[in-house]
């Protein structure tokens, strides 16, 4: 319980400084960023504990959903909310209800991310419809538990990834 109201806490803090007004310096919404990222990877962490998948499991069309190996490079402020917005999208395309608060983490993670790439100077495209990835997820919606532990666990590498390598994003 008490991780909870820690993890609230500090989300709400995170919202503290954006009605305010002032402009916020790139280095507090690098830590916003790098913060809210490390608190979706504890709540990843506790929603995949109890079920783990095979890591030989072959299922035909996961490579629509971003896998982040750790030889990957970071290719920029464009590629981590492409990134986001397909790990937003097919998380919310899955029926778990524990799912909600990381859901919300990406979409704030969506926001942080356009915030940082404005100061920048570097507009983010708006992102489309990715009709493939419309149509795995449709055909495949009895697998869901398998899907969302694939996504959970891709989006937990990619956070990481991305927190390490928050400096390498001030390419657009």
Not at 53 to 63: E, Q, T, W, Y
Request: positive net charge; glycine residues 6%; contains cysteine.
């Amino acid at each position: 319980m008490s991780a909870t109201v820690a993890l609230l806490c500090t989300s709400l803090l995170l919202l503290l400084p954006a009605g305010s007004g002032v402009p916020l310096s790139v280095e507090t919404m690098k830590s916003n960023v790098k913060l809210m990222a490390q608190t979706t990877i504890i709540r990843i962490e506790k929603l995949t504990e109890e079920f783990r998948i095979s890591p030989n499991m072959v299922f035909d069309g996961l490579d629509l959903i971003p896998d982040i190996g750790p030889d990957k490079p970071s290719e920029g402020l464009s590629w981590a909310a492409r990134s986001l917005h397909t790990f937003q999208t097919v998380l919310t395309d899955l029926p778990a209800d524990e799912l909600a608060q990381v859901r919300q983490d990406i979409r704030s993670l969506r926001g942080l991310l356009r915030s940082l790439a404005s100061s920048f100077g570097c507009p983010l495209p708006k992102p489309g419809a990715d009709g493939r990835l419309d149509a795995f997820l449709k055909t495949n919606s009895t697998y869901h538990v398998t899907i969302g532990n694939v996504t959970l666990q891709r989006l937990q590498r990619f956070l990481l990834k991305l927190v390490q390598n928050l400096d390498q994003l001030k390419s657009c």
